[in-house]
């Protein structure tokens, strides 16, 4: 066994390769096929927990008891490819390597010897590494560690290597005035990890307005919207500027496979320019503003399937509009999918404020569930949506959601 150090490199005496990462916390591990450019070819060639297997290389989750990994078949891999770079970044929102440095691990996978090991040293602000590197040389495959950290996540490393995470900013059919500078932030509210409070007994209709049409307050109780109904974010007559959940469930439709939907919200400017994205690969985006709960891969069982947390105090003035959507990665259409709804809760009680239950389904592998806009005043406005579009990821929403707002 060999205990590598950055930069160095042996010789695979394996065919098949496991690379197993661990540490102290939960990692994301991933693997990137690339070519001679040091690029992926599509993204297909991004192989992680939502897309777990590509030509030659396998991921493998180790349940949370046990490293995940990356599993590559060096005799599979296709002519073209020839480098596999295996990354990690902690499961938890924000979180950095200092003080959890990773041990990758390099196996053969047959036998599990273990071939080598690595610390990558010194970390601090990283919050994803490229670890280890199998690489194609003079008609041998290797292996070298690399420790590269990245600052900006797993986002960060997929872009560089060409895997498409964002999108070109819409271009405005009509400028909105900007929105008047938000009061002083509270602290951020550290609990914003823990599990959802279950889902309250759905609410009658509010009557304060008619399908379709018009907009509530919040002053009355909690809220259940239908689509295209608007509610003001207002209780006592002030505006809600304190952190809320938008949390989002579904589940798979009567007798269906488990289906695993991406839950993100997509931030814009005051002329419909986008701004970021919050989602399962950018887990943080407006300086902590807007925070994305992780990834579910099954959407069984009672109560939200992913959450996102909005400080509404804290968004910058120049975030007018918010978007949630909900895609299907996998390609598994919207009339798989049973009970899908969003709710919004205020985050300091547990409080459902307003809920949307999606009534209906199309044939298509995105959905727009509500959008959150900003009005002069200084309050924010929630509208029900529910609707469909082609794109499983969430930057092929990017266009439609702007026009949608």
């Known amino acids: 066994m060999t205990a590598m150090t950055p930069g160095s490199n042996i010789p695979l005496s394996a065919a098949r390769v496991a690379v197993d990462v661990s540490a102290p916390v939960r990692l994301d591990v991933s693997g990137l096929l690339l070519t001679a450019a040091g690029k992926v070819r599509s993204d297909d060639d991004f192989i992680f927990y939502n897309q777990p297997a590509g030509p030659g290389v396998t991921y493998r989750s180790g349940g949370g008891t046990a490293p995940d990994s990356i599993l590559v078949d060096t005799a599979a891999v296709p002519p073209g490819i020839e480098k596999i770079v295996v990354t990690a970044s902690p499961d938890a929102a924000g979180q950095t390597f200092q003080g959890i440095e990773p041990t990758a691990t390099v196996r053969n996978a047959d036998d599990n010897s273990v071939l080598a090991t690595f610390t990558p040293p010194r970390l601090g602000t990283e919050t994803a590494l490229v670890v280890i590197e199998v690489y194609l040389r003079n008609g041998a495959w290797k292996a070298r560690a690399v420790g590269q950290g990245y600052a900006d996540g797993l986002a960060g490393i997929a872009t560089d290597f060409g895997v498409s995470v964002e999108d070109e900013p819409a271009a405005a059919p009509a400028p909105v005035p900007a929105a008047p500078p938000m009061p002083p932030a509270g602290p951020v509210d550290p609990r914003i990890a823990a599990p959802p409070a279950p889902p309250a007994p759905p609410a009658p209709p509010a009557p304060a307005s008619a399908p379709g049409s018009g907009k509530i307050s919040l002053d009355k109780g909690r809220v259940n919207l239908q689509k295209n109904q ?88 120049e975030a007018t509009g918010l978007v949630f959507t909900v895609n299907s990665f996998t390609g598994q259409k919207f009339t798989q999918v049973a009970k899908a709804y969003c709710r919004l809760i205020d985050g300091a009680t547990g409080e459902e404020l307003v809920r949307f239950d999606l009534t209906g389904a199309e044939p298509q592998t995105g959905v727009m569930m509500a959008k959150m806009i900003k009005q002069f005043s200084g309050e924010w406005e929630m509208t029900a949506m529910g609707e469909f579009v082609k794109s499983r990821t969430v930057r092929g929403m990017v266009k439609p959601a702007a026009q949608a707002l």
Not at 234 to 253: D, H, T
Not at 282 to 288: F, P, Q
């Open 230 to 317: 608007t509610v003001s974010l207002v209780k006592g007559g002030r505006p809600l500027l304190s952190q809320v959940k938008m949390g989002l469930g579904w589940e798979p439709a009567f007798r269906g496979k488990d289906i695993d939907l991406d839950a993100s919200v997509i931030a814009y400017g005051p002329q419909r320019n986008h701004i970021d994205s919050c989602y399962f690969g950018k887990l943080s985006i407006l300086n902590g503003a807007i925070k994305h709960s992780g990834d579910n891969l099954t959407g069984e069982g009672a109560g939200d399937d992913e959450v996102i947390v909005v400080d509404l105090g804290r968004i910058p003035p």
